[in-house]
């Protein structure tokens, strides 16, 4: 019988060309409008799970968006693994900075451009088709359940109440997850951490109607200058964020981790120069690895208020409004610091503008220890289809039903993600390197191997 890796080799293109099937519908979860298509994307995963060789597929519905399960028990003493993934995208506009249309996914330059191409689709994928390898190999020693979701995009709300409302049906020792980045594809890496997040809106309300800015400026407070003002005063000139009690869980990290964190290969220069930019910003004392990765930050996602049109219009609006983010650490919890950030921005709210803030969603950091056997096993795997051991990284960011998995099923999951962070995700152009693609179906036959035998 032919080997899973040798399969693999064989059906490369067909792998390929499945994945641009998925690629074609449009399932962004936030956009209602594609309500139909998230559905279509989420009955295609059925299908190829199935036509896999998946067994007890179907559809789970929720209130939102429906997640794909499916599964594979060859033994019951054997380990558990639940591979989640997402089947939902972001939205895709600006459009116009596309180079090709977003939901017509081309092969250029050893990449796939489209949205969705890492993030998740091309990532999750790969399971589903190293599963199909492992299959007809007759190699699968381990349980496979899979768990692919619609709404990771929009905050996987739905999806925790499914997974506290099926404990049973989502046992398993460990859950493999491909959703995140390698640092380059000569060195690779694993992240054992991801940040928890904090997302809302505010608002601020003036007059009760847009107003001439000569006549009334000077006079009524500008809810846009207003919202700009309130803004910064969240940041002290060492960029530390300023609202009483946020740094107050934080969990530092020891001088060894620290140092440690210092070795990871990062090239500052080459950072700068890929971004455009000609110098790094963040909290004072601490690198750009750790800015982006173990510090808490506040940032504004998008702001909006006034005039926007082509040329000028003398206005003082009536509203500003802004969506802000703040990513968080292990040990803060995002629901105390959503409360923190709404009592402080009500509390810095001038005379004249009525302030008001809402809620999105949030979830919390995680962390995975490197001594773990499904550490190491996802280790091993890497070293052995990269020829180098994976470097430990801290990512950051956001899964939040991952701290959940962990709370309400008490299981662990490894990061073994395989796209690179100048992949564009979340950006016009997403795009997905081909090796990145087949390397990641190469290494996931390894990880159950070596997860089946570590557990022996
Ligand atoms: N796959 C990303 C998260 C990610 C990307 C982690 C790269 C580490 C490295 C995920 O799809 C995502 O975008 N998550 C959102 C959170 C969600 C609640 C909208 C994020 O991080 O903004
Ligand atoms: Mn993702
Ligand atoms: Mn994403």
Known sequence: MQSSQQYIQENKDRFLNELLEILRIPSISADPACAGDV???????????????????????????????GEKLVDPNAPTVLVYGHYDVQPADPLHLWDSPPFEPVVKDGAIYGRGTCDDKGQFFMHVKAFEAMLKAGELKCNVKFMIEGEEEIGSDHLGVF????????????ILISDTSIIANDIPSIDVGLRG????EVKVQGPNKDLHSG?????????????????????????????PGFYEDVEELSATDRAAMAQTPFDLENYQKELGISAVHGEAGYSTLERASIRPTLDVNGIWGGYIGEGAKTVLPSVA?????????????SEKITELFTKHFLSIAPKGVQVTVTPHHGGEAYVMPTDSIAYQAAAEAMEKTFGSTPVPTRGGGSIPIVALFEKELGIKSVLMGFGLDSDDIHSPNEHYGLFNFYKGIETIPYFFDNYYRLNQ
């Open 197 to 200: 997040l904090s997302y809302l």
């Open 321 to 333: 409004n802004a969506k802000i983010s703040m990513r968080l650490v292990p040990n803060q919890s």
């Open 39 to 69: 559905r279509k994307a989420a009955e295609w995963v059925a299908q190829n799970l199935k036509v896999s060789g998946a067994e007890n597929v179907r559809l789970e519905e929720t209130a939102g968006h429906p997640i794909v399960y």
């Open 215 to 243: 006549v009334y400026g000077g006079a009524v407070a500008n809810p846009v200058n207003i919202l700009c003002q309130m803004i910064a005063s969240l940041q002290d000139e060492f960029n530390r964020i300023t609202i």
């Open 163 to 174: 997974v506290k409302a099926n404990k049973d049906l989502l046992s398993a020792d460990v």
